[in-house]
């Protein structure tokens, strides 16, 4: 079975500080890991993803995550914030489905 | 556009009504998942099915229901509609892969209102 856990439901920075979302993941088998966007009243959009391979993945809009098995995490990062920022963003793990995190909203201060 | 269509965007009701909500995959996907995002449960998996077979559950009531056609568009069936079923659901649709690396494609959702 697999889980997400996100922590923080809200996360508030000043435009151009760092962005930080942690996630942190069970799964039973090798898990392929997700981070999802989704912008008020729109659907979700993928932002990126690890399957296999290089641990440190970039996504689109100048997003990261690093992969940490022996932490079990997934943590998504971006440099610099910028107002666009601001929306829900959303942890994944497919293990036999995807299983989504409850959601972190992302709010970015002028 | 992700490619994923789902009809209609809002869909206001009355309790104890019945809907349908119709989802048509990215083409040349075969799997279609339906979800539902609640403020209060978040995003649910509800159901898949993967070229006109049902092939995993999750949290879905006994009185929703679906199905895949041949043409792989999907329907998700709501009756006896009460107002904790007014939430927004998610059709989306994923590559033929024996295990899914890309992730999934969502659609815009459709808003359920019941009132």
């Known amino acids: 079975a697999q889980s997400v856990t996100q922590l923080g439901s809200h996360v508030s920075v000043s435009e151009g500080a760092l962005v930080l979302l942690r996630c942190n993941y069970s799964?039973?088998?090798?898990?392929?890991l997700f981070w999802y966007v989704q912008y008020p009243n729109q659907g979700l959009q993928l932002l990126l993803k690890y399957t296999t391979g290089a641990t440190l993945v970039k996504g689109i809009n100048g997003f990261e995550a690093e992969f940490k098995k022996s932490e079990t995490s997934f943590h998504l990062t971006k440099p610099s914030a910028h107002m666009s920022d601001a929306a829900e963003y959303f942890c994944a793990v497919y293990g036999n489905k995807l299983v989504f995190g409850a959601g972190t909203i992302l709010r970015v201060k002028s | 556009d992700s490619g994923v269509t789902q009809t209609p965007k809002h869909l206001i009701t009355a309790t104890g009504q019945r809907v349908t909500l119709r989802c048509s995959p990215r083409?040349?996907?075969?799997?279609v998942y339906w979800y539902q995002q609640s403020l209060d449960q978040g995003l649910q998996f509800l159901i898949q099915y993967y070229n006109g077979e049902e092939r995993a559950k999750g949290n879905i009531l006994e009185r929703f229901s679906a199905q895949q056609f041949p043409d792989l568009h999907s329907e998700l069936n709501l009756s006896s509609l009460e107002l904790g079923d007014s939430a927004l659901y998610f059709c989306a649709s994923s590559a033929p892969s024996y295990r899914v690396r890309y992730g999934y494609t969502f659609g815009s959702g459709t808003r359920l209102t019941v009132v």
């Open positions: 083409s040349g996907d075969l799997s």
């Open positions: 799964s039973s088998v090798p898990p392929y």
